[in-house]
Structures are given as structure tokens and as C-alpha cells.
């Protein structure tokens, strides 16, 4: 329902709704999944919806990330300093 909401407000035309060039990110924990549950799991979600919307992050991704040809994100530093190049 807060997703929903959010994204609605992003395409709303009311006095206080967000901007509309804004992207809404979400991530659901699920206690029982130990997949699906810790704070990196919740940083590789985002990043990867951040990546779906923006393909031009990729190379970005590349470059922060290392070049060690792998395919997921084996630490937490490294998905945070993606997150904050992503936003800057």
C-alpha cells in the first residue's frame, strides 16, 4: 500500500505530491528466507531496480564495483558506494 501511494503521488498533480522525475525504489524482507532478509539483500534489490530503470549506471556499476567479472555484490561497502554514486 506505501508503494502504491508513493508511486501515485510521483504521477499525482496535487500541492504536495513528489516530483514527477522521481523513481520510487522498495524491497520486502522476508524472515523466513535467509536469501531474502539481511541489509545487503536489501541494497542488491534497490540497486537492481536502480539499474532496470537506468541502464547508464551499468558502466558506473563496472567502475565502483571492481573488475572482478562477478555478477553479485559480495559486501555491504561496495553497495553503499554504489547507492551514493547512483544519487550523485
Not at 10 to 24: D, G, N
Not at 38 to 64: A, S, W
Amino acid at each position: 500500500m506505501v508503494v502504491d501511494e508513493l508511486k501515485g503521488l510521483c504521477t499525482a498533480e496535487k500541492q504536495h505530491a513528489i516530483p514527477q522525475v522521481s523513481k520510487t525504489y522498495y524491497f520486502y524482507c522476508q524472515e523466513d528466507d535467509p536469501e531474502h532478509r539481511t541489509y545487503l539483500d536489501v541494497l542488491r534489490g534497490i540497486l537492481h531496480q536502480m539499474v532496470e530503470v537506468n541502464q547508464d549506471l551499468i558502466p558506473l556499476c563496472f567502475e565502483k564495483g571492481g573488475s572482478d567479472g562477478g555478477s553479485t555484490l559480495g559486501n555491504t561497502e561496495t553497495a553503499e558506494g554504489l547507492i551514493e554514486a547512483f544519487f550523485e
